[in-house]
Protein backbone atom coordinates (compact mmCIF):
# COMPACT_ATOMS: atom_id res chain seq x y z
CA UNK A 1 0.00 0.00 0.00
CA UNK A 2 2.71 2.43 0.95
CA UNK A 3 4.96 1.95 -2.55
CA UNK A 4 1.34 2.28 -4.18
CA UNK A 5 0.94 5.59 -2.55
CA UNK A 6 4.69 6.70 -3.30
CA UNK A 7 4.10 5.95 -6.53
CA UNK A 8 1.25 7.86 -6.89
CA UNK A 9 2.75 11.19 -6.33
CA UNK A 10 2.81 13.70 -8.38
CA UNK A 11 0.55 12.38 -11.14
CA UNK A 12 -2.65 12.84 -12.44
CA UNK A 13 -3.91 9.35 -10.61
CA UNK A 14 -2.53 10.96 -7.08
CA UNK A 15 -4.58 14.08 -8.10
CA UNK A 16 -7.63 12.55 -8.24
CA UNK A 17 -7.45 9.82 -5.19
CA UNK A 18 -5.95 12.96 -3.41
CA UNK A 19 -9.54 15.07 -4.39
CA UNK A 20 -11.34 11.83 -2.90
CA UNK A 21 -9.67 11.40 0.14
CA UNK A 22 -10.10 15.36 1.22
CA UNK A 23 -13.97 15.12 0.22
CA UNK A 24 -14.15 11.80 2.48
CA UNK A 25 -12.27 13.30 5.42
CA UNK A 26 -14.86 16.20 5.27
CA UNK A 27 -17.51 13.96 5.69
CA UNK A 28 -16.11 11.92 8.44
CA UNK A 29 -14.11 15.46 9.86
CA UNK A 30 -18.32 16.73 10.48
CA UNK A 31 -19.64 13.78 11.65
CA UNK A 32 -16.35 13.72 14.45
CA UNK A 33 -17.10 17.37 15.20
CA UNK A 34 -20.78 16.32 15.74
CA UNK A 35 -19.25 13.38 18.06
CA UNK A 36 -17.18 15.55 20.09
CA UNK A 37 -20.08 18.58 20.42
CA UNK A 38 -23.19 16.04 21.65
CA UNK A 39 -24.43 15.24 24.55
CA UNK A 40 -21.26 14.49 26.25
CA UNK A 41 -19.19 17.24 27.92
CA UNK A 42 -16.30 17.95 24.43
CA UNK A 43 -13.68 17.20 27.38
CA UNK A 44 -14.88 13.92 28.00
CA UNK A 45 -15.67 13.12 24.66
CA UNK A 46 -12.47 14.26 22.86
CA UNK A 47 -10.85 12.32 26.01
CA UNK A 48 -12.50 9.18 24.88
CA UNK A 49 -11.76 9.38 21.55
CA UNK A 50 -8.31 9.68 21.98
CA UNK A 51 -7.76 6.89 24.15
CA UNK A 52 -9.89 4.87 21.68
CA UNK A 53 -7.46 5.55 18.56
CA UNK A 54 -4.48 5.90 20.70
CA UNK A 55 -5.40 2.00 21.50
CA UNK A 56 -6.41 0.94 18.36
CA UNK A 57 -2.83 2.46 17.26
CA UNK A 58 -0.57 0.51 18.88
CA UNK A 59 -0.51 -2.72 17.28
CA UNK A 60 -0.06 -1.17 14.22
CA UNK A 61 3.02 0.79 15.20
CA UNK A 62 4.87 -2.32 17.14
CA UNK A 63 4.06 -4.83 14.08
CA UNK A 64 2.49 -3.24 10.97
CA UNK A 65 4.22 -0.18 9.81
CA UNK A 66 8.06 -0.01 9.96
CA UNK A 67 10.27 1.87 12.64
CA UNK A 68 10.27 5.87 12.34
CA UNK A 69 13.38 7.05 11.12
CA UNK A 70 15.78 9.44 13.90
CA UNK A 71 14.43 12.42 11.95
CA UNK A 72 11.27 12.43 12.67
CA UNK A 73 11.08 12.18 16.54
CA UNK A 74 11.66 15.87 16.43
CA UNK A 75 8.89 16.38 14.20
CA UNK A 76 6.62 14.43 16.28
CA UNK A 77 7.29 16.95 19.10
CA UNK A 78 5.89 19.28 16.96
CA UNK A 79 2.70 17.79 16.26
CA UNK A 80 1.88 16.45 19.59
CA UNK A 81 2.62 20.26 20.91
CA UNK A 82 0.15 21.91 18.00
CA UNK A 83 -2.49 19.24 17.89
CA UNK A 84 -2.81 19.23 22.04
CA UNK A 85 -3.21 23.40 22.04
CA UNK A 86 -5.95 22.85 19.55
CA UNK A 87 -7.99 19.87 20.76
CA UNK A 88 -7.66 22.48 24.12
CA UNK A 89 -8.74 25.67 21.65
CA UNK A 90 -11.45 23.72 20.23
CA UNK A 91 -13.22 22.11 23.48
CA UNK A 92 -13.10 25.93 24.93
CA UNK A 93 -15.45 26.91 21.49
CA UNK A 94 -17.77 24.35 21.98
CA UNK A 95 -18.08 24.60 25.57
CA UNK A 96 -19.01 28.32 24.66
CA UNK A 97 -20.97 28.26 21.73
CA UNK A 98 -23.83 26.45 19.30
CA UNK A 99 -22.14 23.77 16.96
CA UNK A 100 -23.21 25.35 13.94
CA UNK A 101 -22.31 28.42 14.76
CA UNK A 102 -18.66 27.49 16.60
CA UNK A 103 -17.85 24.80 13.16
CA UNK A 104 -18.45 27.30 10.18
CA UNK A 105 -16.16 29.68 11.72
CA UNK A 106 -13.00 27.41 12.49
CA UNK A 107 -13.62 25.78 9.09
CA UNK A 108 -13.93 29.18 7.59
CA UNK A 109 -10.43 30.32 8.82
CA UNK A 110 -8.48 27.63 8.60
CA UNK A 111 -8.15 27.24 4.46
CA UNK A 112 -7.83 30.55 4.22
CA UNK A 113 -4.46 30.54 7.02
CA UNK A 114 -3.56 27.17 5.27
CA UNK A 115 -3.18 28.71 1.36
CA UNK A 116 -0.90 31.04 3.08
CA UNK A 117 1.35 28.89 4.71
CA UNK A 118 1.45 26.34 1.68
CA UNK A 119 2.81 29.21 -0.53
CA UNK A 120 5.56 29.82 2.44
CA UNK A 121 6.71 25.79 3.02
CA UNK A 122 5.70 24.50 -0.20
CA UNK A 123 5.85 27.16 -2.51
CA UNK A 124 2.49 26.80 -3.75
CA UNK A 125 0.63 29.17 -5.80
CA UNK A 126 -3.15 29.78 -6.13
CA UNK A 127 -4.12 31.07 -9.88
CA UNK A 128 -6.60 33.74 -9.82
CA UNK A 129 -9.71 31.68 -10.33
CA UNK A 130 -8.65 29.50 -7.15
CA UNK A 131 -8.83 32.21 -5.37
CA UNK A 132 -12.24 33.33 -6.32
CA UNK A 133 -13.28 29.56 -5.83
CA UNK A 134 -11.80 30.20 -1.78
CA UNK A 135 -13.69 33.78 -1.89
CA UNK A 136 -16.92 31.93 -2.33
CA UNK A 137 -16.42 29.40 -0.36
CA UNK A 138 -15.56 31.59 2.65
CA UNK A 139 -18.37 33.93 1.62
CA UNK A 140 -20.55 30.71 1.99
CA UNK A 141 -18.83 29.55 5.78
CA UNK A 142 -19.15 32.89 7.14
CA UNK A 143 -22.41 33.09 5.87
CA UNK A 144 -23.69 30.29 7.28
CA UNK A 145 -21.83 30.88 10.88
CA UNK A 146 -23.72 34.42 10.72
CA UNK A 147 -27.07 32.89 9.69
CA UNK A 148 -27.37 30.34 12.70
CA UNK A 149 -25.54 33.23 15.15
CA UNK A 150 -29.14 35.21 14.04
CA UNK A 151 -31.12 32.18 14.72
CA UNK A 152 -29.53 31.32 17.87
CA UNK A 153 -31.75 30.93 20.85
CA UNK A 154 -29.04 29.50 23.86
CA UNK A 155 -25.73 30.39 24.91
CA UNK A 156 -25.45 34.09 23.79
CA UNK A 157 -23.86 35.14 27.00
CA UNK A 158 -20.75 33.44 25.94
CA UNK A 159 -20.79 33.37 22.49
CA UNK A 160 -17.84 36.47 21.98
CA UNK A 161 -15.40 33.70 23.89
CA UNK A 162 -16.93 31.05 21.31
CA UNK A 163 -16.16 33.09 18.53
CA UNK A 164 -12.51 34.24 19.78
CA UNK A 165 -11.47 30.14 20.65
CA UNK A 166 -12.96 29.47 17.07
CA UNK A 167 -10.75 31.98 14.89
CA UNK A 168 -7.87 30.65 17.10
CA UNK A 169 -8.53 27.13 16.86
CA UNK A 170 -9.14 27.44 12.85
CA UNK A 171 -5.50 29.29 13.03
CA UNK A 172 -4.53 26.24 14.20
CA UNK A 173 -6.35 23.64 11.98
CA UNK A 174 -4.31 25.59 9.73
CA UNK A 175 -0.69 25.13 11.33
CA UNK A 176 -1.44 21.37 11.97
CA UNK A 177 -2.42 21.24 8.12
CA UNK A 178 0.66 22.33 6.96
CA UNK A 179 2.67 21.01 9.57
CA UNK A 180 1.36 17.04 9.16
CA UNK A 181 2.06 17.73 5.71
CA UNK A 182 5.38 18.28 5.89
CA UNK A 183 5.70 15.45 8.37
CA UNK A 184 4.47 13.16 6.20
CA UNK A 185 5.89 14.16 3.21
CA UNK A 186 9.53 13.54 5.44
CA UNK A 187 8.76 9.78 5.99
CA UNK A 188 9.89 7.28 3.82
CA UNK A 189 6.44 5.33 4.78
CA UNK A 190 3.63 7.83 5.25
CA UNK A 191 1.72 4.88 7.31
CA UNK A 192 4.45 4.42 9.42
CA UNK A 193 3.54 8.43 10.16
CA UNK A 194 0.08 8.18 10.22
CA UNK A 195 -0.03 5.00 13.01
CA UNK A 196 3.11 7.12 15.26
CA UNK A 197 0.98 10.35 14.90
CA UNK A 198 -2.09 8.58 16.08
CA UNK A 199 -0.03 6.72 19.26
CA UNK A 200 1.48 10.11 20.07
CA UNK A 201 -1.49 12.51 19.78
CA UNK A 202 -3.59 9.98 21.89
CA UNK A 203 -1.29 10.35 25.03
CA UNK A 204 -2.37 13.97 26.33
CA UNK A 205 -6.08 14.36 26.96
CA UNK A 206 -7.56 11.28 28.45
CA UNK A 207 -6.24 12.01 31.89
CA UNK A 208 -7.44 14.86 32.13
CA UNK A 209 -10.70 13.74 30.89
CA UNK A 210 -10.92 10.73 33.66
CA UNK A 211 -10.16 13.26 36.05
CA UNK A 212 -12.40 15.84 35.07
CA UNK A 213 -15.17 12.52 34.92
CA UNK A 214 -14.31 11.79 38.42
CA UNK A 215 -14.58 15.39 39.85
CA UNK A 216 -18.23 15.33 38.27
CA UNK A 217 -21.13 15.25 40.54
CA UNK A 218 -23.09 13.81 37.87
CA UNK A 219 -20.88 11.73 36.37
CA UNK A 220 -22.46 10.56 32.94
CA UNK A 221 -22.46 6.49 32.62
CA UNK A 222 -19.12 5.50 30.77
CA UNK A 223 -20.49 2.98 28.90
CA UNK A 224 -22.18 5.28 26.12
CA UNK A 225 -19.03 7.55 26.40
CA UNK A 226 -16.66 4.55 25.85
CA UNK A 227 -18.45 3.60 23.01
CA UNK A 228 -18.83 7.12 21.04
CA UNK A 229 -14.94 7.03 21.70
CA UNK A 230 -14.70 4.14 19.52
CA UNK A 231 -16.86 5.24 17.19
CA UNK A 232 -15.06 8.41 17.21
CA UNK A 233 -11.22 6.93 17.00
CA UNK A 234 -12.60 5.02 13.82
CA UNK A 235 -14.17 7.94 11.89
CA UNK A 236 -10.58 9.79 13.35
CA UNK A 237 -8.69 7.43 11.48
CA UNK A 238 -10.45 7.72 8.25
CA UNK A 239 -10.44 11.70 8.12
CA UNK A 240 -7.05 12.68 9.69
CA UNK A 241 -5.59 9.67 7.88
CA UNK A 242 -7.52 10.75 4.46
CA UNK A 243 -6.89 14.49 5.02
CA UNK A 244 -3.05 13.24 5.37
CA UNK A 245 -2.19 11.05 2.26
CA UNK A 246 -4.47 13.95 0.67
CA UNK A 247 -1.50 16.58 1.32
CA UNK A 248 0.79 13.68 0.61
CA UNK A 249 -0.04 13.21 -3.18
CA UNK A 250 -1.14 16.41 -4.18
CA UNK A 251 -1.14 20.58 -3.34
CA UNK A 252 -2.09 20.91 0.47
CA UNK A 253 -3.75 24.41 -0.23
CA UNK A 254 -6.66 22.43 -2.46
CA UNK A 255 -6.94 19.38 -0.29
CA UNK A 256 -7.48 21.84 2.80
CA UNK A 257 -10.29 23.87 0.80
CA UNK A 258 -11.74 21.08 -0.69
CA UNK A 259 -12.09 19.49 2.96
CA UNK A 260 -13.76 22.66 4.58
CA UNK A 261 -16.38 21.38 2.70
CA UNK A 262 -17.05 19.48 6.00
CA UNK A 263 -19.24 22.75 6.98
CA UNK A 264 -22.06 21.72 4.24
CA UNK A 265 -22.03 18.12 5.84
CA UNK A 266 -22.20 19.52 9.76
CA UNK A 267 -25.21 21.63 8.66
CA UNK A 268 -27.01 18.45 8.09
CA UNK A 269 -26.04 16.43 11.06
CA UNK A 270 -26.67 19.56 12.94
CA UNK A 271 -30.39 19.60 11.24
CA UNK A 272 -30.82 15.06 12.09
CA UNK A 273 -28.95 14.89 14.85
CA UNK A 274 -28.78 17.99 16.93
CA UNK A 275 -32.21 19.29 16.34
CA UNK A 276 -31.06 22.40 14.17
CA UNK A 277 -33.17 24.10 11.82
CA UNK A 278 -32.06 24.40 8.43
CA UNK A 279 -34.17 26.80 5.70
CA UNK A 280 -33.78 27.03 2.48
CA UNK A 281 -31.23 30.79 3.14
CA UNK A 282 -29.01 27.59 4.61
CA UNK A 283 -29.07 25.25 1.90
CA UNK A 284 -28.22 28.28 -0.39
CA UNK A 285 -25.53 29.13 1.68
CA UNK A 286 -24.09 25.57 1.70
CA UNK A 287 -24.46 25.34 -1.94
CA UNK A 288 -21.98 28.31 -2.06
CA UNK A 289 -19.31 26.50 -0.16
CA UNK A 290 -19.56 23.52 -2.64
CA UNK A 291 -19.43 26.01 -5.43
CA UNK A 292 -16.54 27.80 -3.88
CA UNK A 293 -14.78 23.87 -3.62
CA UNK A 294 -15.18 23.24 -6.91
CA UNK A 295 -14.43 26.65 -8.64
CA UNK A 296 -10.30 25.80 -6.90
CA UNK A 297 -10.74 22.12 -8.11
CA UNK A 298 -11.34 23.44 -11.82
CA UNK A 299 -9.03 26.33 -11.18
CA UNK A 300 -6.21 24.17 -10.43
Same mark, same amino acid.
Given at each position: ?????????????????? /??? *? +??? #?? $???? &?? !? @???????????????????????????????????????????????????????????????????????????????????????????????????????????????????????????? /??? *? +??? #?? $???? &?? !? @?????????????????????????????????????????????????????????????????????????????????????????????????????????PRRIALM??????????????
Amino acid at each position: MSAWIISLDGTEAGHQLA /LVL *A +LLA #AF $LHAI &FG !A @LQKGRHDPWLSRGAIDASYFVMALPVVFFVVPFPEPELWPIFVGMFVIHLIYKILQAKAYTRGAYTVVYPVVRGTGPLFTVFGAYLIFGEVFGAVQWLGVAVLMSGIFGLALYNLRHLEVARDT /LPA *A +LGF #AV $LTGM &FV !A @LYTTYDAYGIRASADPFTFLAWYFVIDGVALPPYAYLRWRAMADRPAPGPLLLRGVIGGVIAFGSFGSIMLATRLDKVGEAAVLRETSTVFAAVIGWIFLRETVGPRRIALMALIAAGAVIVELGG
